[in-house]
């Protein structure tokens, strides 16, 4: 047994597979052979009897339709082409006939009798038959037709004893098909089973001499590819191409165990040498970034602030009060955009900064764009996040009312609605088709837009773009409360 088993592992895959292969196939084709013969022995069996029955009852058909074909030729008005019907009734019943004929050698003694008579029957009836068509008066026809009718009835008793013959000889003949049938069964059944175990054999064969030794080999490789190079080496059990592979498999670990630890004692004489040099360029970055930290708090947003408040008193002095005004509301947006670090602030903050920038924006664009504010005043003291609403209507100016030449209009309308509180921003721009925003289009998509929707998203609302070309473009935005879920 373990010289048949070193030999089986000295053989390539390939006749491995052959051999399995073959013995699987070879019993299969037995299973498959067996059946095919007993399925063409039943379906023989079965047509020789079907046949007999098919020659009696064709027979008993075409003898019952040449009859009715005599009852309409013998009437007192006949049909035009009666005569022909009958003749032809007639032919079709000789042919089956000689199909019925008698055969000493193989019909049985019941069987062939009846036949004889059938025959001899028929030859009387053919003649009395003959006498019949030679009369052309339809009243001479009555004592032939009575003798035909007579005769006729003997004939259908002799053929339906016949036919009674063969179902009672048939049934014998299924019973015996059906016992042989029952006893090839259990032979396939047999047969199935052994040459299921063969198979299950075969593919256990399969399994161990193949399958496994490729499965180890895999596994290895990934403990390989994970970084573990101290498994222990692969069982090698032949000479085959699995065999080889393993040896092969085997010599490359130990030599990537080598190289691997020749390069950790190599890492670690370098890395005291790479810590010295990674702590002197933490110092030198920290060092960098107090410099920059000491001249970022030398800009002090303030200067900006007390510039413009310089410049407003100078405007007061000259009696410029519009000046005064525009320079005043430019101070507060910066200073409200610049100097708070908050990053969440009322509702009613980002309306009064909307105020002042249109306030701006309507001295350049005079009457050709308006901005209509209708705000509820229970919702200013919502918290949003900041800078949310003025780049909007930033993007309103310059991408949908710019190039208007009057009429242009931005609403802002804000309530609480069925989603929670909403901040609408529509316009009567000229409007884009949302389906064709693109991330590199700079016209229909800006960085403002990105960020408010970055920023609602992770305060739990969201901001949503209605626009139609020609019709212009509304933006939604969904503020969650503190306390909803």
């Not at 009835?153 to 003949?173: E, F, T, W």
């Not at 047999?190 to 895999?218: C, E, Q, R, V």
């Not at 309103?396 to 069925?418: A, E, F, K, N, V």
Request: proline share 3%; charged share 25%.
């Amino acid at each position: 047994m373990n010289k048949l088993r070193q030999k089986w592992y000295t053989i390539s895959i390939r006749s491995k597979v052959i051999l399995l292969a073959g013995a699987v196939l070879a019993a299969l084709w037995t299973l498959v052979a067996m059946v095919m013969i007993q399925l063409h022995s039943f379906s023989g069996q079965s047509a020789i009897i079907m046949e007999e029955y098919m020659d009696i009852t064709g027979f008993m058909d075409a003898f019952s339709a040449e009859n009715v074909c005599l009852e309409a030729f013998v009437r007192q008005i006949q049909p035009p082409e009666a005569r022909e019907d009958y003749l032809a009734a007639i032919q079709e019943t000789d042919q089956l006939l000689r199909e019925l004929r008698p055969h000493q050698r193989t019909d049985r003694q019941g069987e062939y009798a009846l036949k004889r008579a059938i025959s001899n029957a028929m030859e009387h009836y053919r003649a009395s038959q003959s006498v019949l068509l030679s009369i052309e008066e339809t009243d001479e026809m009555i004592a032939p037709y009575l003798s035909l009718r007579s005769q006729a009835a003997y004939i259908d008793g002799y053929s339906r004893d016949l036919l009674h013959g063969r179902m009672v000889q048939g049934g014998g003949q299924w019973r015996e098909i059906t016992a042989s049938n029952s006893r090839s069964g259990q032979r396939f059944a047999l047969i199935l089973a052994l040459d299921t175990a063969l198979m299950a054999l075969a593919l256990l064969i399969f399994t161990h001499s193949i399958l496994k030794p490729l499965t180890d080999l895999g596994r290895a490789a990934d403990e390989i590819s994970r970084g573990c190079y101290d498994a222990p080496p692969l069982a090698v059990h032949g000479d085959d191409e699995i065999g080889r592979t393993a040896h092969s498999f085997n010599l490359m670990q130990t030599e990537i165990r080598k190289t691997i630890h020749a390069l950790e004692q190599q890492a670690e004489m370098e890395k005291s040498l790479l810590e010295k040099e990674v702590e002197a360029a933490r110092m030198h970055r920290r060092l960098q970034e107090r410099r920059f930290a000491q001249l970022q708090s030398q800009i002090n947003p303030h200067f900006l602030f007390n510039t413009l408040n310089t410049i407003a008193a100078l405007a007061r002095e000259e009696s410029a009060p519009l000046s005064e005004e525009l320079i005043l509301r430019l101070s507060s947006f910066f200073r409200y955009s610049l100097e708070s670090d908050e990053k969440l602030v009322p509702l009613g903050r980002e309306i009064q900064l909307l105020r002042d920038y249109m306030e701006l924006q309507e001295t350049r664009y005079g009457d050709r764009i308006t901005m209509e504010i209708h705000a509820d005043p229970s919702l200013n003291s919502v918290v949003v996040p900041k800078l949310i609403l003025q780049p909007l209507v930033e993007n309103s100016i310059l991408h949908g009312l710019r190039t208007r030449g009057g009429g242009g209009q931005i609403r802002i309308r804000t309530y609480r609605g069925r989603r929670g509180v909403t901040v609408m921003v529509s316009d009567n721009g000229c409007g884009f088709d949302p389906r064709r925003m693109r991330p590199e289009s700079g016209r229909h998509r800006s960085i403002g837009l990105d960020n408010i929707r970055e920023r609602m998203e992770l305060s739990g609302g969201r901001l949503d773009i209605f626009s139609r070309p020609g019709l212009g473009t509304a933006v939604r935005i969904t503020i969650k409360e503190e306390g909803e879920a």
